[in-house]
């Protein structure tokens, strides 16, 4: 018994210090949710489920192509990881180590990542979460422009309508001969 009990504690060590140790690093990320458009009245009313739906799909966008790529491409990744650079998609290979785990009733998200050098861990955690919040930062913006450009037609239009209106008053005070306002 004594032999068999020192065998197997044996060989767990030596099988344990060939083993690479693995790092775990997390960035903590804070997703606000989304303000209600004042343009759409249904948007004013939200219930819990669209507020979960939202925050799933934050969730998803975290680890989506577009971020990873970014990050990817930022920190030269295929240059510096050989699971990377031997990869047919570099992002199935980097998103294979990344873990998006909420924090239970709040809106705090952590941003983990693994790898056996803990600086690494660290710094491809920390860009993840970076671009992320650029990422919502990018697509906020493009909103805002398309959005203004939208609002800018709309003014155009309303202008030209309310010119054509003044002409066409106009045109009936002369034709009518009615006096204006002033006279």
């Given at each position: 018994v004594v032999l068999v009990f020192m065998v197997t504690v044996g060989s767990a060590m030596l099988f344990t210090s060939w083993q690479t140790p693995i790092y775990q690093a997390?960035?903590?990320?804070?997703?606000e949710p989304e303000p209600p458009r004042v343009v759409n009245i249904q948007d004013v009313n939200s219930d819990a489920t669209?507020?979960?739906?939202?925050?799933?799909?934050?969730?998803k966008v975290i680890e989506s192509r577009p971020v990873v790529d970014a990050v990817v491409q930022r920190l030269k990744l295929k240059d510096r990881m050989p699971a990377i650079a031997g990869a047919s998609d570099p992002y199935l290979a980097f998103v294979r180590d990344l873990t998006i785990a909420p924090i239970k009733n709040t809106r705090l998200v952590l941003v983990k990542y693994e790898h056996p050098e803990p600086a690494m861990a660290m710094e491809l955690a920390n860009a993840v979460a970076n671009q992320y919040v650029k990422y919502t930062l990018d697509v906020k913006q493009s909103d805002a422009q398309t959005a203004t450009v939208w609002l800018n037609e709309q003014i155009q239009q309303l202008r030209s309508k309310a010119q054509q209106s003044s002409q066409a008053l106009q045109a009936y005070q002369a034709k009518a001969d009615l006096l204006g306002l002033q006279d």
């Open positions: 997390a960035a903590t990320v804070l997703i669209a507020s979960q739906e939202y925050y799933a799909t934050q969730y």
